[in-house]
Every structure is written in structure tokens, then in C-alpha cells.
């Protein structure tokens, strides 16, 4: 989006909701003109009640989040309110399903759930087993199986679109809403490659450190701001999100981790300005970390991991999600 570019907004249909945010808030739901595959105008409704505007909200993180993760493998991510508290890719959807929702099976109860790959019958089974209960199911598809399976649960919205078995990065401009006017932007769509990353301790990442790194910076994008994300084999294990300082974030992941983040990697949205966070999850066992860097006082943290051998790399742009 260049500076001078004009942007306009043409709301081509007003849907009333239930209410907003709260019951005492009046909602709806206005659609725009879009190129865009996945927007949620776009996706059939097959089961359930009626969509509210919070399941819109987190619908739409949960897209944001499975489009950062699922370009390639089999992929679920389990998104709580915006945020995935989930996430996981996998040889087959089954796995990918089982080790997001064990990702953090406390938070991911009553969450959104989106897939990359058609949803049949044993998947089903396995997303209602145990008494688990999401409000919304993303899917490209839904076998009649699969459908029975969710049916006996009517209060579980199942939606599908076809192009959810490729997801793409937003294409339209991020707009948000402030006193007396819009902040407009480009959409987040940089990824971030092993090509793209600088070791800068004297321990480099092995192969499939490298792998989660990557992994757990796709998930860092995906959430907000400040975040601190473990990850390990392809799986969120730990995430603190929402914080306004970076330490408190690293003791929210390690403690959702719950001693999970022992061998596995740690992803940072923004450079870390003390080496007391990286403290906390090099003391949980955290074995290899990706962060931006160019804080001032990067090499008090690089010496905290060398002195510890753990490896280390940044990548060289931020990934805030407010």
C-alpha cells in the first residue's frame, strides 16, 4: 500500500447479530467488496446456531493463525479469544488435531477450531470425545460421516469453504478503528525463511531446531502482542500472550508449558530488552531461541546463552499483533 494510494471501504450487505461484544451492545456484521478467498462471507454454514460477533473475531484469528502454519502439512490451530492457545502440523489431520488440543486442553475448551484438511468421521469422533466442546469448526470440508458425528452436538457451528485446503495470507489492507478516524496498513505477510536467520551465538541451531524456530515465530505472528510462544516437534507446548512486559510473558509460557518446555525452542515478537526473560526459559530448558534482536542490550542476552549453550538467532523484523 503506497502512502498516496486511495482506500475505500463499500459495505455491500449489513447482517444483523445478537448483540456485540456484550449482550448490552448492539452488533452486526458488514460485508465488503474482497478478492479475498477466505473471508468469511465466503465460508457455508452447515451446523449450528447463529454466528455472534466474538465468534467472527475469533474466526478470523483463527484464519490468520492456520495461514501462518498450514501451507504445506496437515495443520489445526485452536484459537481463544484471538489467540491460539493451540497449534500443531502433523503426517495426518488426526494427529495435528490431538497434539493442538493438547497444546493447552485447559484453554482450548469452548475455542475455534480451523483445519487445512477435509474433516471425516474419525476426526469428528475425536474432536467430541472426552465431553470437549468449541464453539466453531473451520474446515475446507465436512464427509456426511463426519457431519452425523458433529450433528448430535447442535450447538457447535461447523462452517466450510474449499479454499481453506490452501490458505493464503490476507491480501486487503488491516484497518483500525480509533477516535476521529482509520489506521490503515499493509498486512503482516512477511514470512520468515532458515534462509533468513542469523546465528549470532556460538551454538547453532540444529535441522529440526531450526524447523520449530520457524514453527514457533509463525505462531508468535499469530498472536498478540507482547508473546512468547515454546514450541517443540511441530507443536505449541506454552504461550504468554498479552503482556505488557516480556519477562511476565516467558513466565506465562514456561507455566503453561507445564514442563513441556524442557528440549523445545521459544519464539519472541520483539527483541528482548533484558536478558531476564530468556533467563526464565533457558531455566525451564528452552534449548534454542528466535527473536528479532536490536535491543541495545542484545549482547547481555547472547552472553547469557552462550555461557548456557543455547542457541540462538535473529531474524531481523518484529512480528506485533495488536
Avoid at 534462509?195 to 541451531?205: G, I, N, Q, S, Y
Avoid at 519472541?268 to 536490536?294: E, H, N, R, T, Y
Wanted: with cysteine; aromatic share 6%; charged share 20%.
Amino acid at each position: 500500500m503506497e502512502e498516496e494510494q486511495e482506500v475505500t471501504f463499500k459495505i455491500i450487505g449489513r447482517h444483523k447479530l445478537r448483540y456485540g461484544e456484550n449482550p448490552h451492545q448492539a452488533g452486526f456484521f458488514g460485508e465488503t467488496e474482497t478478492a479475498d478467498p477466505l473471508a468469511l462471507q465466503r465460508f457455508e454454514q452447515v451446523q449450528g446456531k447463529e454466528i455472534s460477533f466474538n465468534n467472527y473475531l475469533d474466526s478470523d484469528g483463527a484464519l490468520y493463525a492456520i495461514a501462518q502454519i498450514g501451507t504445506t502439512d496437515p495443520a489445526c490451530v485452536v484459537v481463544k479469544h484471538t489467540n491460539p492457545c493451540g497449534a500443531a502440523v502433523a503426517p495426518t489431520l488426526l494427529e495435528a488435531y490431538k497434539r493442538a488440543w493438547e497444546g493447552d486442553s485447559l484453554a482450548a475448551f469452548g475455542g475455534i477450531i480451523a483445519v487445512n484438511r477435509p474433516v471425516d468421521q474419525e476426526v469428528a469422533e475425536a474432536m467430541v470425545a472426552d465431553r470437549k466442546f468449541f464453539e466453531i469448526l473451520l474446515a475446507p470440508s465436512v464427509t456426511p460421516e463426519a457431519l452425523t458425528v458433529l450433528g448430535r452436538h447442535p450447538a457447535i457451528r461447523v462452517l466450510v469453504n474449499p479454499a481453506l485446503a490452501n490458505p493464503t495470507q490476507p491480501t486487503d489492507v488491516d484497518v483500525k478503528r480509533v477516535r476521529g478516524g482509520f489506521l490503515i496498513q499493509q498486512p503482516d505477510t512477511r514470512v520468515v525463511t532458515a534462509e533468513d536467520l542469523k546465528v549470532v551465538t556460538d551454538t547453532a541451531p540444529t535441522e529440526g531446531q531450526v524447523r520449530d524456530l520457524l514453527f514457533a515465530w509463525q505462531v508468535c505472528r499469530a498472536s498478540k502482542s507482547n508473546t512468547i510462544v515454546i514450541a517443540r516437534d511441530g507443536m505449541l507446548v506454552g504461550s504468554g500472550v498479552g503482556q505488557q512486559d516480556r519477562k511476565r510473558c516467558c513466565e506465562l509460557a514456561v507455566g503453561k508449558s507445564q514442563g513441556r518446555a524442557a528440549g523445545a525452542v521459544a519464539a519472541s515478537d520483539a527483541f528482548f530488552p533484558f536478558s531476564d526473560g530468556p533467563q526464565v526459559l533457558i531455566d525451564a530448558g528452552v534449548k534454542a531461541i528466535i527473536q528479532p534482536g536490536g535491543s541495545v542490550r542484545d549482547q547481555q542476552t547472547i552472553d547469557l546463552c552462550n555461557q548456557r549453550g543455547i542457541a540462538m538467532v535473529f531474524t531481523g523484523i518484529r512480528c506485533f499483533r495488536h
